[in-house]
C-alpha cells in the first residue's frame, strides 16, 4: 500500500493529509492567518499519530505547487523538499487549481473552474472536464461581466475556491453554478498525487519550486532593502 503525505499551503488555510493508495486516511488543518509556519509540523505530526505511521512509511511526500499565497506556497514547498530530502523519499507536485477541481463530481458535458483570490477584481483561473483534463490553460484574468462566457454559452459551469463569491458578483449565467462549500484542502489532493506516483512523475527536489503565476511584487518596491544590496 502506498502511503503518501500532502501539505496544502497555498491559502489562509494550512492543511495536511495522509492518503493510502488515493484514499484519505487522516487530515489535520487550520485556517489562521500566518500560522503556517509554526504549524505546519504540527499538522504532519498529528496525521502520522492518526495513522499510526512512522515518517519511515510514508512512500511520497505531495505539496500543492501553485498558484497561491506567495508566502504560503514558498512555506508549504520547503517544508516538503525538507522532508523529501531528509526521509529520500520522492517529491511530487499537484496543481493547486486541479486539487480543487476534483473535489466536484460533474456530470458529463460539465466544466468546472477553480477560482482563487489574485487581489482586486482579478482571480488565478483553470478550466477543468470531467476528466479533469485542462481545457483552458492556467492563468489569471481579470472579472468582466461576460468573463467565462465562451464557456457558459456552451457548458454547464461549476465554480467554486475562494474567490468564487467576487466572480458570483460580477458573471450572471444561467449556466453558472457557484460553490461555496468547497475549500482548499490537502484533502483533495490524494488522488492526483496517487496517479502521479503510479506513473513515477517526480519532481526534482534541486529545481522544484512554486508556481506563482505572478512575480512577487514585492521585489519590485522601492522601500525593499533587498534591491540595494
Do not use: W
Not at 482548499?184 to 492526483?192: D, H, I
Amino acid at each position: 500500500m502506498t502511503h503518501i503525505l500532502s501539505i496544502e499551503t497555498s491559502t489562509p488555510i494550512c492543511s495536511v493529509a495522509i492518503h493510502s493508495d488515493g484514499s484519505l486516511r487522516a487530515l489535520a488543518e487550520i485556517n489562521e492567518s500566518g500560522a503556517h509556519a509554526e504549524r505546519l509540523m504540527l499538522l504532519v505530526e498529528e496525521v502520522l499519530q492518526k495513522t499510526g505511521l512512522e515518517f519511515s512509511r510514508l512512500d511520497a511526500i505531495a505539496v500543492s505547487e501553485g498558484p497561491g499565497s506567495y508566502t504560503g506556497l514558498r512555506i508549504g514547498v520547503s517544508t516538503a523538499k525538507g522532508l523529501a530530502f531528509g526521509l529520500g523519499k520522492p517529491l511530487i507536485g499537484v496543481n493547486t487549481l486541479q486539487a480543487l477541481a476534483s473535489a466536484v463530481l460533474l456530470e458529463e458535458g460539465e466544466l468546472v473552474i477553480p477560482v482563487l483570490d489574485a487581489r482586486r477584481m482579478e482571480v488565478y483561473r483553470e478550466v477543468f472536464d470531467q476528466k479533469l483534463d485542462s481545457v483552458a490553460a492556467l492563468d489569471s484574468e481579470v472579472l468582466e461581466e461576460n468573463s467565462f462566457e465562451n464557456f457558459l454559452d456552451a457548458h454547464r459551469v461549476c465554480f467554486l475556491g475562494d474567490a468564487v463569491e467576487k466572480v458570483q458578483s460580477v458573471v450572471a449565467h444561467e449556466n453558472a453554478r457557484f460553490l461555496t462549500d468547497k475549500t482548499f484542502s490537502a484533502e483533495n489532493m490524494g488522488g492526483l498525487a496517487f496517479q502521479k506516483f503510479q506513473r513515477g512523475e517526480f519532481a526534482d527536489l534541486a529545481y522544484f519550486v512554486p508556481n506563482y503565476l505572478k512575480e512577487f511584487k514585492a521585489l519590485h518596491s522601492k522601500k525593499n532593502p533587498l534591491l540595494s544590496l
